[in-house]
C-alpha cells in the first residue's frame, strides 16, 4: 500500500486544480505541503473548484488528509474574503491571531504580524513554499529597537497565494525556528494551470475615510505553458497605494514624585506618586505604496525531472506625518507650586491635576512634528530540482538567496516648546476612553501657541538588511504494502545575516535655527474630526507645519555629518545554521502518522555597541561619534549550540467521519535580534545600565497537542482541540545583577576589573501556555453557509509576567451566500487583551478589540466579475494601556484608522 497515495486520494481528487485568487476555476492547486511529497497518481479524474462552497470542501479535504494538525485555506478562499495580504484571512482560523503594529508603534488599519496559540509572532516561522523569506519594518523604531523575527504580512499581498497551510504540530522535515508553529504559503507552478494560455487581472481602487482619498489597485497575472505540459512561465505584477490617516492620542510614560520635590513639599500626600510624564494628540498620516511581482519558470527536460525558477520581489514605500501636540508634565510637575485643590490620586497615580497659569517662563506643552522617508521590501530567488530516481525513490535540490530591507533615509523633525506660563490640566477617565487635558487657551496657530525652538532631532541613514543564502536536499524513500510507508531524509545549510551598519542622529548646525523669523510661513491644521472621532476634551484644532517646508527648514539647520554617527543604532547577527532530518511516515489499518527528529547546529556570531569593552574580541575606543566622546566599542560574542527536536504525529480514523489526533514534539526558536545584539550603556558612577543579552539561549519549547475532528458533511466540521507548550528559555526583559567590565576600576588598577551592575536586560525564563480550541463549519442548504471558532489561551512566565501575545478570548464568526452569479461574506473577528511589550519603564498591553469586514461580488459574465470588499467596517478604536509596579493599570494610548473600501473588476481570459 502506497502512504500518500491513499492518504491524499480525496484531496487529490477535489482539489488538484484550484488556481489564483482571482478565479478559482482557471488553475490548478499547489501540492499540499502538510503532507509528504505526492507519489505519481495516474488516471486521477481533474476537478476544478468553483467558488466559496468549493473551496471550502478542499480545504477541509486537506485538512482531514493531513497526519499532522493543520488548517489550509485556499486560493478561493483568499479571493472571496474582504483580504488584502495573507494575514487578513489567517485571522479567522482557530489558534491564529493577527497583529496591526510589530511593537510600540501601535496599530494601524492593516494586519502586519501572525502568531499562532497566543504566543509572540516571533514564535511563528512564516515560510513561502517551504522556504525562509527575508523581511523589513517600515517603522524606524522596529529597525532599529525592537528588532525580532516575524516576517512583515504587510509585503504578502493575497494576489500570490495558492494556498496557506498553517502547522500547529511540527514534523522533522519542517525548518526549525516556530516554537508555535509555522506558516506555509504556497504560490502558483505555471505547469499547474490547465490551459495553454491564462490571463488574470484585476483594477480598482481602495476609498480610506479618515483621509477622505481613493487610491489605485492593480495586480495582474500571465501564465502561458506549451501543449506538451512540459516548459510554462507565469508572471505577476501588482501595484497597490493607499492613503492612511491614525487619529490618536498617547499617554508617553508615568513618572515618579520624590520627597524632594517641591510640589511634595506643597502637597507631601504626593510623595511617591505617579503622574503622566507626556500626554500629547497624535495627527499620523501614511501614503503606502505596495509594488513587486514575480516570475516562475517551470520545465521537465524528462519525464522525471522538473526544474523550478521562482523569482520574487515587493516593496512599501511608506512615507509618513507624525505631529505629537504634546503636555510636558516632566517639565513643570516636579517643581510646580501652582497645583489647585481638588486633584486625584488613584492607585498611587496623580489621575486629575490642574495647575493654574503662571507668570514665569515654564514651558507646559512641547510639539514634535516628524516627516519621515521609509520603505520595506523583501526578495527571494529559488532554483529547485526534483528528481525521481526509481519508482520508490526521489529527490529535491533547492538552492536560494533572500534579502529583506528596512530604510529610513532621513527624517525632518522640528521640535518645539509650547508658549510658557499658560498652565496644563489633565483628568484620567479609565483605561477605556483618552485623557482629558488641556493646555493654553489656543493651539490653532504658531503665533497663538508661542512656540520656541527646543530641538532637531531624528535618526537617519538607517538601511536594515535581512538576508540568507541556504541550499538544501531532501529525499524520499517510499514502501509499498508496508506499515512503514516512506522514510524522509534531509540536510539543509543556511547563512543567516541580521545588520545595520550605520545610523546617524541629527541635531542643529549651529545656524539661526532657533529664530522664529526662521520657521516655515505657512500652517495646516488637524481635521475638523480629529476629537469627535476619539471622544474626549483636548486640544483639537492643532496647527501644523507641512511636510515640503519642514524639509526645506531641516535642509539648512539639520546637522547630519559624520560626527553625528549614533552607534546605538548599530548592531550585526549572523548564524550558520545546519540541519539534518529522518522522518519515517506509518500507515496502519484506520490509521496513521510520522515519527522523526531533526538535529540543528547553530554557529552564531553577535556584534554590538558599547560604552566599554565587554568580549574578548572588541574593536576601540572607536573615537568620532559626538555622542561618546570618549569613544565607543565594537563587541563581538561567538557561540554555538546543537539540539534534536523529536516530533511524532499520530492520526486515528474512529469512523470514517471522525478522527482523532494527538502530537508530540520539541520546536525551537532563536531570540529576537534586538535582544542578542542591543547596545550595552554602562553607568560607571552608580554600576547601572541597560542593553541587549549575547548570551541568551535559543526557547525550547516541549508541545503536546490533542484533537478531535468530526466531518460531518463535505463542508461541515465540528472540532475541539487542546495544546500545552512548556516553554524553557523564554526571552523576557528583567532587572539582574551581572558582570561587567569596569572601565575606572581597571584604570586605577592597571588590569581588568568585573563589577557588579544592576542592568535591564532581556533574560531567559521557563513559561507555560495551555490553550483550547473550537471550530465549527456549516452548511446550509445550497446556498447558505456559516463558521464559527473560538480559542481559549492562558500563558505565563515562572517570574509571574504575562507572555508576549497571549489573549485569553480569540473569536471569529463569519457567514456566506453564494449563487452561481452573486456571492456575500461578513466577517467578524475579536481578541482579547494581550501583553505586547515593555514601554516606557512599563509593561504595554493592548484592550480587547473586534473587527467587522465583508465583501460583496458579482459576476458580470465569463470573463469578468466586480468585487466590493470593506474593512474595520465598525471604525474600531484600538486601546493601550501600561502596567507596572507602583502604579497597577493606566491608560497609555488611543487610536482610531477608519474603514476602508475596495472596489475591483477582476477580468480572465
Known sequence: MNHR??????????????????????????????????????????????????????????????????????????????????????????????????????????????SLRGTAPSMTQTLVDGHNIGTGDWFVLNQTATVGRSVSYSLLPAEIVSEVVVNKTSEARLVEGGAAGTVNIITRKPLQFDKPVTVHASVGGVYSDLPGTTKPQFSGLFNWKNDANTFGVMAQAFYEERSLQRNGQEVLGLEKLAPTDAIVAAHPDLNGVYFPSLIGNVLFTQK???????????????????????????????????????????????????????????????????????????????????????????RFFTADVDWRATD?????????????????????????????????????????????????????????????????????????????????????????????????????????????PYAFAQGPNGGDWSNPANFPASFGHYPGDFGSSLGGSFPTNIWYYSQADLAAYDSKYANRGPERLYPNDIYKVNEKDGAIYLQANFIGDRWSGNVGVRYVHTKQAVNYTSTSPQETEVEGPILGSAFFPAGYYWNTNNASYSKALPSANLKFNLTDDV???????????????????????????????????PNLKPL???????????????????????????????????SESRLYKDMPASTAAGHDVYSAYQVNIP????????GVELNYQ??????????????????????????????????????????????????????????????????????????????LGYSINDWMSV??????????????????????????????NGRQYYLNLRFKF
Not at 500563558?795 to 452569479?821: I, R, V
Not at 461578513?826 to 473586534?850: K, L
Request: aromatic share 10%; hydrophobic share 35%; glycine share 10%.
Open 867 to 896: 468585487s466590493l470588499d470593506g474593512l474595520n467596517l465598525n471604525s474600531p478604536k484600538l486601546r493601550y494601556y501600561v502596567k507596572g509596579d507602583g502604579y497597577g493599570i493606566q491608560p497609555r494610548s488611543t487610536y482610531i
Open 700 to 734: 525550547i519549547s516541549t508541545n503536546f497537542d490533542a484533537a478531535l475532528e468530526w466531518y460531518f458533511a463535505p463542508r461541515g466540521l465540528l472540532s475541539a482541540g487542546v495544546y500545552e507548550m512548556s516553554l524553557q528559555n523564554y526571552v523576557t526583559f528583567a
Open 392 to 500: 520508490s525513490l526521489s529527490f529535491t535540490a533547492q538552492v536560494g538567496t533572500t534579502k529583506g530591507e528596512g530604510s529610513s533615509p532621513k527624517q525632518d523633525v522640528l521640535e518645539l516648546n509650547t508658549a510658557p506660563g499658560t498652565g496644563a490640566a489633565w483628568d484620567f477617565r479609565g483605561t477605556g476612553k483618552p485623557v482629558n487635558w488641556s493646555l493654553g487657551p489656543d493651539n490653532s496657530s504658531p503665533a497663538a501657541s508661542g512656540v520656541s525652538a527646543n530641538w532637531i532631532f531624528g535618526e537617519g541613514g538607517i538601511n536594515v538588511e535581512d538576508k540568507e543564502n541556504w541550499g538544501k536536499i531532501d529525499g524520499e524513500l517510499d514502501f509499498d504494502d508496508s506499515t512503514l510507508a516512506s522514510l524522509q531524509f534531509g540536510v539543509r545549510y543556511a547563512d543567516h545575516t541580521r545588520e545595520n
Open 5 to 114: 497515495k491513499t492518504l491524499l486520494a480525496a484531496s487529490i481528487i477535489t482539489g488538484l486544480c484550484v488556481s489564483g485568487a482571482l478565479f478559482a476555476q482557471d488553475g490548478a492547486a499547489a501540492a499540499d505541503a502538510s503532507q509528504p511529497k505526492k507519489a505519481e497518481v495516474k488516471e486521477l479524474a481533474t476537478v476544478t473548484v468553483v467558488g466559496i462552497r468549493d473551496s471550502e470542501a478542499e480545504s477541509l479535504a486537506l485538512k482531514k488528509a493531513a497526519d499532522a494538525h493543520v488548517e489550509v485555506v485556499t486560493a478561493e478562499d483568499i479571493g472571496k474574503l474582504p483580504a488584502k495580504n495573507v494575514a487578513d484571512t489567517l485571522q479567522r482560523l482557530p489558534g491564529v491571531s493577527v497583529g496591526t503594529s510589530s511593537a510600540g508603534e501601535g496599530g494601524f488599519d492593516e494586519n502586519d504580524r501572525v
Open 778 to 855: 456549516q452548511p446550509i442548504g445550497d446556498n447558505f453557509g456559516v463558521a464559527l471558532n473560538y480559542t481559549y489561551a492562558t500563558g505565563n512566565a515562572d517570574n509571574g509576567q504575562d507572555l508576549q501575545g497571549t489573549s485569553k478570548n480569540t473569536a471569529n464568526a463569519s457567514a456566506f451566500f453564494e449563487n452561481d452569479k452573486f456571492n456575500a461574506r461578513v466577517s467578524y473577528t475579536y481578541r482579547s487583551s494581550y501583553f505586547a511589550g515593555p514601554d516606557r519603564g512599563g509593561f504595554f498591553y493592548m484592550q480587547g478589540t473586534g473587527y467587522l469586514s465583508a465583501s
Open 288 to 378: 503606502r505604496k505596495r509594488t513587486g511581482g514575480s516570475v516562475d519558470v517551470q520545465f521537465k527536460p524528462t519525464d522525471n525531472v522538473t526544474v523550478n525558477l521562482n523569482g520574487f520581489y515587493s516593496k512599501l514605500k511608506a512615507d509618513n506625518f507624525n505631529r505629537n501636540y504634546m503636555m510636558w508634565a516632566t517639565h513643570f510637575v516636579h517643581g510646580a507650586t501652582n497645583l489647585e485643590p481638588g486633584y486625584v490620586v488613584d492607585n498611587n497615580t496623580l489621575t486629575h491635576a490642574s495647575f493654574s497659569p503662571s507668570n514665569d517662563a515654564m514651558n507646559y506643552g512641547i510639539y514634535d512634528q516628524i516627516s519621515r522617508e521609509a520603505s520595506s521590501s523583501t
Open 659 to 693: 478522527l482523532a489526533r494527538v502530537a508530540v514534539s520539541q520546536t525551537l526558536t532563536r531570540p529576537d535580534y534586538s535582544a542578542l545584539a542591543g547596545t550595552v550603556s554602562l553607568d560607571d558612577t552608580g554600576h547601572t545600565g541597560s542593553g541587549g543579552n
Open 763 to 770: 533574560s531567559n525564563v521557563d513559561g507555560k501556555v495551555r
